[in-house]
């Protein structure tokens, strides 16, 4: 059969091109944070069922580096394409608040939703999160431990 | 007579996956569905590439193996998009590549929702040889796979095909339903109909908290069902194939994902057996790279 695939290769760079020309909030952008305060009150009052589980923070802390780290930063001190998550504005969030933005993620801004992770998974990652030292007052990175 | 395997070359290609699989790192969290899609993306700037393969027992007629490659990008948080290259080997006849196929997914809403919609369009050029039975719709019944290598090569399709994904993912299970519409553009054909669902879970829905291969969680299992609906002129399941097909992925730390699918005809117009399987990796900042490549600043 006769194949004309000449514009494959061409939609796809369009894609990439579009991919890479998107707004991608940076570090700096304050207004990125904006998004936790329009979590709904009852969810941004919800506990976190694993905030007593000692071993939520390291099981977060696994799922950080291999869901979040690619965009936050392997430290979470953020990056070109997602902001830091030792901001202020994220450790004074609530658990509640950062549950429901991991699970709406904010698409126009380039967040995926995250509800594909179980439940739990995404609570563990909100232990990790608020372990982690806002940018203000620095300290080891709880996942340094299993580091050799 | 059968196409016989290169035995030394495949024991070297399957050795050489098997070390890559624990040596990369990185992971994938990756639903276990090979015909039903649910609602989440490609994250932004990962690329896929994806090996899939079908091995189909009909009731009457040769037997085949149907594979198809995939690379699937992110474009953005709510738009992915896909290629796809066919092929088949159908035994006692031939080989041949079957045609492209041109996928994208858009998510229709900006968070989630009790229900979560995403568009599938999709245009794919193959022939009457394609076997990969990657959706099945219409009035597809076995006998049209009967029809010999070489006569089924000449029909050349040029299709349009269109999905309502609607997927929800409840304490750890996901649902998903796929309405699919196809037409094909080669000649007055009517609008065809199909279905897909799909019910998954995965097997732990905590993370441990070491870095393992085993884990339950890297396990979800599901099952899905799908089959034709007829067309315009004749809507209903007269005349339709369906199939019950058990699935589960592995999803690997090293960022691969291995998936089976052992799948069942429910009537005398299916195939009587598909046994499926896939491999895929995800490059997560593929995007990024590419950028840096080319002296962007991502």
Excluded at chain 1, 52 to 63: C, E, I, M, Q
Excluded at chain 2, 76 to 87: N, S
Excluded at chain 2, 146 to 171: C, G, I, M, W, Y
């Amino acid at each position: 059969m006769t194949v004309r695939a000449w514009p494959i290769p061409l939609l796809l760079a369009a894609g990439i091109v579009a991919a890479q020309t998107s707004s991608a909030p940076t570090t700096k952008d304050k207004s990125v944070y904006a998004e936790l305060a329009k979590a709904p009150r009852k969810a941004a009052a919800r506990h976190n069922p694993l905030e007593h589980d000692p071993d939520a923070v390291a099981a977060g802390g696994k799922l950080f580096a291999e869901h979040c780290a690619e965009c936050h930063g392997e430290m979470a001190e953020g990056g070109r394409k997602a902001p830091s998550l030792r901001a202020d504005e994220v450790q004074r969030a609530t658990p509640g608040a950062l549950f429901w933005l991991l699970t709406n993620g904010v698409v126009r801004r380039g967040m995926p939703v995250w509800s594909k992770l179980p439940e739990p998974q995404r609570w563990q990652l909100v232990s990790f999160i608020k372990s982690l030292a806002p940018a203000s007052q620095p300290k080891p990175n709880p996942m340094e431990k299993d580091q050799p | 007579m059968a196409p016989r395997l290169p035995v030394p070359q495949v024991l070297c290609f399957g050795i050489t996956v098997v070390v890559l699989l624990f040596a990369l790192p990185a992971q994938s969290q990756e639903s276990p569905y090979i015909v039903t899609y649910d609602h989440y993306l490609e994250e932004p700037g990962s690329l896929e590439v994806e090996y899939f393969s079908t091995f189909g027992t009909p009731r009457t007629g040769n037997d085949f193996h149907a594979f198809w490659a995939e690379l699937e990008y992110g474009a953005t948080a709510w738009w992915t998009t896909e290629v796809y290259l066919d092929g088949q080997t159908t035994f006692d006849d031939s080989t041949l590549f079957t045609g492209f196929r041109w996928e994208n997914r858009f998510r229709l809403l900006q968070r989630e929702h009790f229900i979560n919609p995403v568009l599938y369009i999709e245009y794919e050029q193959i022939s009457g040889a394609d076997k990969i039975l990657k959706e099945v719709e219409g009035h597809d019944v076995e006998a049209d796979y009967a029809v010999p290598n070489a006569v089924a090569r000449k029909e050349h399709d040029h299709e349009l095909e269109t999905k309502l994904l609607l997927s929800k993912t409840f304490n750890g299970w996901n649902i998903a339903e796929n309405t699919i519409a196809t037409k094909n553009v080669t000649g007055p054909n009517p609008w065809e109909f199909g279905y897909a669902i799909g019910v998954s879970r995965p097997l732990a829905l905590k993370a441990s908290a070491q870095r393992c291969n085993f884990c339950p969680e890297n396990f979800i299992a599901g099952i899905e069902m799908y089959g034709g609906l007829g067309d315009r002129h004749s809507f209903g399941l007269n005349n339709t194939s369906h199939y019950l097909a058990p699935v589960i992925a592995w999803n690997l730390p090293s960022d691969w994902t291995l998936r089976l699918s052992p799948g069942f005809g429910l009537n005398d117009n299916s195939h009587r057996f598909l046994l499926r399987w896939g491999v895929s990796r995800e490059f997560s900042g593929f995007g990024a790279a590419v950028a840096r490549l080319f002296g962007g600043r991502r």
